[in-house]
């Protein structure tokens, strides 16, 4: 059974830093696309980055652009977010997702598992 789970969100002040992990489990990711999105209250989920299978190439939303970075352990079955300079309208639930893909992708609908997520809150 095909298992993520998200870990490293809590509160954090304006300009602060949290980094977030999702451990895969259940297969080898190894060779396949990931990502993390993620869902502030009353808003729909957005793509926040994505990462290939080999870790060699990323995309970011413009809203993380030069604040987060995504990265992975492909040995560990493991992905990150390091999320700096956190504004308050980062606060959301963060989840990371699995593709069958070797590329970057941005398009939620073509992920195929997804974790339960892990809220992170920056307060002002």
């Known amino acids: 059974q095909v298992q993520l789970v998200e870990s490293g969100g809590g509160l954090v002040q304006a300009g602060g830093s949290l980094r977030l992990s999702c451990a895969a489990s259940?297969?080898?990711?190894?060779?396949?696309?990931m990502g993390w999105f993620r869902r502030a209250p009353e808003k729909e989920r957005e793509f926040v980055a994505t990462?290939?299978?080999?870790?060699?190439?990323?995309v970011y939303a413009d809203s993380v652009k030069g604040r987060f970075t995504i990265s992975r352990d492909n040995a560990k079955n493991t992905m990150y977010l390091q999320m700096n300079s956190l504004k308050p309208e980062d606060a959301a639930v963060y989840y990371c997702?699995?593709?069958?893909?070797?590329?970057?992708?941005?398009?939620?609908?073509?992920?195929?598992?997804w974790g339960q997520g892990t809220q992170v809150t920056v307060s002002s």
């Open positions: 990462i290939s299978g080999g870790g060699g190439a990323t």
């Open positions: 997702a699995v593709a069958g893909s070797l590329y970057p992708i941005t398009d939620q609908s073509q992920y195929t598992y």
């Open positions: 259940g297969r080898t990711f190894r060779f396949m696309t």
